[in-house]
């Protein structure tokens, strides 16, 4: 499982137009945190994560590298779940050197030209990361298993249809609706305030609760489909 994290995250960083564009999000998201603190300066964190999963399975799939990696004597399991680390693992050094560069510009320019009332201190910095690392870590789940049976990149599309169809309900008019669509969105979609997590406050919620059950089911889900699924060959 370890040659496959190191396998993608050299796969990830090898890619000449995915560094630039999650160098170009660091950008923004350096600037965000200078002019918002950190309290709302992940934003662009929530579109790291869809550039770094995006196709994680799929595309070895449609290459045919599936194929050969899988003629060694390696599961399925280890596969998928040497990807979903490796995502992780890739979106903590995104979030750790986007954190680091935006602290030390922080320091050495906003705070010795400007004054303002946003929080600079690195505690709110480890805390916003941490935040925005679940945050993907849950969305990454979800494309881990698009990607298992979705061509190409048309995982993106089924997180997006999977928000969509449950924040539908909250527009409707009728109230019964608005509840059941509000029930569904706390189990599929389970939103967590991780800052008060990291206080101490709710660690044993029924929030953190759903939420870790939801991405144990995503990923128990992955996993069957991924090793029941009849790969392709000679695919382009």
Do not use: C
């Not at 923004?28 to 200078?34: D, E, G």
């Not at 510009?105 to 690392?133: C, E, I």
């Not at 990149?153 to 539908?168: E, P």
């Not at 044993?204 to 489909?225: E, N």
């Amino acid at each position: 499982m370890i040659e496959m994290v190191r396998r993608f995250v050299r796969q990830k960083l090898g890619s000449a137009g995915l560094v630039v564009a999650l160098a170009a999000l660091g950008i923004v998201q350096l600037l965000a945190l200078a002019a918002q603190g950190a309290a709302a300066g992940f934003a662009m964190a929530g579109w790291a994560i869809l550039v770094i999963a995006a196709g994680s399975v799929s595309r070895d799939v449609s290459s045919g590298a599936l194929q050969m990696i899988l003629s060694r004597p390696i599961r399925r399991t280890q596969y998928l779940f040497g990807r979903y680390l490796g995502i992780l693992l890739s979106f903590g050094l995104f979030l750790l050197a986007t954190s680091a560069l935006s602290f030390l510009f922080v320091q050495l320019v906003v705070l010795r030209t400007a004054r303002g009332t946003a929080d600079y201190s690195l505690a709110s910095l480890a805390v916003g990361a941490g935040q925005a690392f679940l945050t993907g870590a849950f969305q990454a789940a979800i494309l881990l298993l698009f990607s298992t049976f979705l061509p190409g990149i048309a995982d993106l599309l089924g997180l997006l249809l999977v928000h969509l169809v449950l924040n539908l309900p909250q527009f409707s008019s009728s109230p019964w609706l608005r509840v059941a669509g509000q029930r569904a969105r706390e189990n599929i979609l389970p939103a967590v305030e991780w800052a008060r997590v990291f206080r101490g406050h709710g660690v044993l919620g029924a929030a953190t609760g759903r939420w870790v059950f939801a991405l144990t089911v995503y990923l128990v889900i992955a996993a069957i489909v991924f090793s029941r699924r009849e790969l392709p060959y000679g695919q382009d």
